[in-house]
Nanobody
Framework: QVQLVESGGGSVQAGGSLRLSCAAS???????MGWFRQAPGKEREGIAV???????AYADSVKGRVIISRDNAKNTLYLQMNSLKPDDTGMYYC???????????????????WGQGTQVTVSS
């Protein structure tokens, strides 16, 4: 069983930065992990995915502004977010274990385990 706990969310002004963390119990470096977000009234969307060889995929909306990384020694997934915009506001979720390609995992939310989320609010 995998448990995921996100942290690092908060309120920032546009242009600011945040670093989200996801601590994983039952962690395995074998599988892909990812970050997703859901804004009020909108569907959940994939933000970034990292696979077992640290290759990454990003949504077009965040390319160049976010970096996903993982520290296998600490069983932790990270999302560094820069140049934040009000449209980045939402609940951010960590996910683990997707057995498909990075793009499929990102587009289909095809992960087995999900965290409870951490709120990010960006004001203009």
């Amino acid at each position: 069983q995998v448990q995921l706990v996100e942290s690092g969310g908060g309120s920032v002004q546009a242009g600011g930065s945040l670093r989200l963390s996801c601590a994983a119990s039952g962690y395995s470096s074998t599988y892909s992990m990812g970050w997703f977000r859901q804004a009020p009234g909108k569907e959940r969307e994939g933000i970034a995915v990292i696979d077992n060889i640290n290759e990454t995929a990003y949504a077009d909306s965040v390319k160049g502004r976010v970096i996903i990384s993982r520290d296998n020694a600490k069983n932790t997934l990270y999302l560094q977010m820069n140049s934040l915009k009000p449209d980045d506001t939402g609940m951010y979720y960590c996910a683990s274990r997707c057995a498909y390609t990075r793009d499929y995992c990102l587009q289909r939310s095809a992960f087995r385990y999900w965290g409870q989320g951490t709120q990010v609010t960006v004001s203009s």
